[in-house]
């Protein structure tokens, strides 16, 4: 359900000075958030990274120890059957990973649900940074960071409307900063990152995309 008001933010030059103002849709800015969305997707998110290629031999599938290494009695020691078992060094691995599918999915208006409801959080945060425009000079980390300072901030996720390899160049060694697509935009990176960096054009295309 959207706010009666749109919410409205600032828009700033890459020197960090205030260059206008920008009204939000209140429709994807101004929701009321649903934390029990945004969590099922960070969870599916985070499964969905997990490869599950692990896996290691059961003492079925250990070579070796087809013979009784000892009789049963009258050793003085405790009775086994094989040297492929669990205690002993080489032995098979009790209840052994294998590879399996983690997997989960999300319902699409889920998905919408949560990214709104992370998108608006930001706005409530006041976490949502947004800029005329990232026409930085060249692909140089020192360019971004410079960007980065003027309106301080030092944890972010950089949304751009398309492939901009000079300030994904130029973001790329700085910890802690990230550049993503509009299309690739997720609810995970979203909450993992303390401010959200937008420029006009990313905000034109979010708006459409998910109005």
């Known amino acids: 359900m959207a706010t009666e008001k749109a919410?409205?933010?600032?828009?700033?030059?890459?020197?960090?000075?205030?260059?206008?103002?920008?009204?939000?849709?209140?429709?994807?800015?101004?929701?009321?958030?649903?934390?029990s969305a945004m969590h099922a997707c960070v969870t599916a998110y985070l499964a969905n990274q997990r490869q599950g290629?692990?896996?290691a031999l059961t003492r079925a599938e250990v070579s070796g120890g087809g013979i009784k290494p000892w009789r049963q009695k009258?050793?003085?020691?405790?009775?086994?059957?094989?040297?492929?078992?669990?205690?002993?060094?080489?032995?098979?691995?009790?209840?052994?990973?294998?590879?399996?599918?983690?997997?989960?999915?999300?319902?699409?208006?889920v998905k919408?649900?949560?990214l709104k409801s992370a998108l608006t959080s930001k706005v409530q945060d006041e976490a949502l940074v947004v800029f005329d425009?990232?026409?930085?000079?060249?692909?140089?980390?020192?360019?971004?960071?410079?960007?980065?300072?003027?309106?301080?901030?030092?944890?972010a996720l950089i949304v751009l409307p398309e492939k901009d390899e000079i300030v994904e160049r130029a973001a790329g060694n700085i910890p802690n900063v990230k550049t993503t697509l509009v299309g690739t935009l997720n609810v995970y990176e979203l909450?993992?990152?303390?401010?959200?960096?937008?420029?006009k054009d990313s905000l034109a295309k979010i708006e459409e995309v998910y109005s």
Not at 191 to 199: E, F, N, P, Q
């Open 112 to 114: 919408r649900l949560a």
């Open 53 to 55: 290629t692990q896996s």
């Open 74 to 109: 009258g050793s003085g020691r405790a009775r086994q059957g094989s040297t492929r078992s669990p205690q002993w060094m080489h032995g098979g691995i009790v209840f052994a990973p294998k590879p399996r599918d983690y997997r989960m999915s999300v319902n699409k208006k």
């Open 191 to 199: 909450l993992k990152y303390d401010t959200l960096i937008l420029t």
């Open 133 to 155: 425009a990232l026409d930085i000079e060249a692909a140089k980390t020192k360019q971004m960071i410079k960007v980065l300072d003027a309106v301080k901030v030092e944890k």
């Open 7 to 35: 919410p409205k933010v600032a828009v700033y030059s890459i020197a960090g000075e205030k260059v206008g103002e920008v009204e939000l849709n209140a429709g994807i800015f101004g929701v009321e958030v649903n934390e």
